[in-house]
Nanobody, 124 residues
Framework: QVQLAESGGGPVQAGGSLGLSCKFS????????MAWFRRVGWAEREAVAY???????YLSNFATGRFAISLDNAVKTAYLQMNNLKPEDSGLYYC??????????????????WGQGTQVTVSS
C-alpha cells in the first residue's frame, strides 16, 4: 500500500523560505509521479508542482521563479523548496503520488495517494 509522509511547513514571514518533504513508500518500483497541491482559503485545490521519477518536472505559474521541486529517487522523497513566500501562499499543502505512471498531471483526481497535509502560514 502506497503511503506518503509529509514534513515541513509552518509559519514564516513574507520573503522567507520554507521546505517541504514527502517520503513515498510502498510503491512497486515502477515509474511514478509525485506532486504538490495546495488549498488556499476556500479556493479549490490547485497544483503547485510535480516531478516524474524519470526527471520531468512542472511548476505552476505562481511557483515559477520562486519554488523548486526535486526528487531523491534513492530514498523516494520529493522536496518542495519555497522561496520569496508571499501571504497569498498561505494554505494547506499536500503531497500526492501516482505509482506506475508514464506521465504526470496537474489533475488531483489522477493521484490515488495523498499526504496528510501541512500548513504554511506566511505573515506580512
Amino acid at each position: 500500500q502506497v503511503q506518503l509522509a509529509e514534513s515541513g511547513g509552518g509559519p514564516v514571514q513574507a520573503g522567507g523560505s520554507l521546505g517541504l518533504s514527502c517520503k513515498f513508500s510502498g510503491n512497486k518500483e515502477s515509474d511514478f509521479c509525485m506532486a504538490w497541491f495546495r488549498r488556499v482559503g476556500w479556493a479549490e485545490r490547485e497544483a503547485v508542482a510535480y516531478i516524474h521519477s524519470g526527471g520531468n518536472s512542472y511548476l505552476s505559474n505562481f511557483a515559477t521563479g520562486r519554488f523548486a521541486i526535486s526528487l531523491d529517487n534513492a530514498v523516494k522523497t520529493a522536496y518542495l523548496q519555497m522561496n520569496n513566500l508571499k501571504p497569498e501562499d498561505s494554505g494547506l499543502y499536500y503531497c500526492a503520488a501516482e505509482d506506475n505512471a508514464w506521465v504526470c498531471t496537474t489533475l488531483a483526481r489522477h493521484y490515488p495517494a495523498w499526504g496528510q497535509g501541512t500548513q504554511v502560514t506566511v505573515s506580512s
